[in-house]
């Protein structure tokens, strides 16, 4: 199992940015991405970026593409979510979240390992 923990999140501008950080503990061998994903009021859960635990590939939800940016620490138990010019559409829950298995896929849920969230309010 894989402990998750976000924090970064709060309220920005329209326009602002925002760092997110997820810190992996427990066993994280085996974890093939990670990913965060955006849950806004009434709405489903959504990915907004993924990235492969090796580094080489990361995917990013249309709607985000040239704004936000995902990255791992030197370490790789750390993942980031770079968010700038931030628009009030990316309001909502942010949670981190690994996934294990023979390779990456871009579902929710294929994630077996959640964090409880932190919340981004743009506005």
């Known amino acids: 199992h894989v402990q998750l923990v976000e924090s970064g999140g709060g309220m920005v501008q329209p326009g602002g940015s925002l760092r997110l950080s997820c810190a992996a503990s427990?066993?994280?061998?085996?974890?093939?991405?990670m990913g965060w994903f955006r849950q806004a009021p009434g709405k489903e859960r959504d990915w907004v970026a993924i990235i492969t635990t090796n580094g080489d590939r990361t995917y990013y939800v249309d709607s985000v593409k040239g704004r936000f940016t995902i990255s791992q620490g030197n370490a790789k138990n750390t993942v980031y979510l770079q968010m700038n010019n931030v628009k009030p559409e990316d309001t909502g829950m942010y949670y981190c979240?690994?996934?294990?298995?023979?390779?990456?896929?871009?579902?929710?849920?294929?994630?077996?390992?959640w964090g409880q969230g932190t919340q981004v309010t743009v506005s």
């Open positions: 979240a690994a996934q294990g298995g023979l390779y990456c896929q871009i579902r929710a849920s294929k994630f077996g390992n």
């Open positions: 427990g066993n994280t061998y085996g974890t093939k991405c």
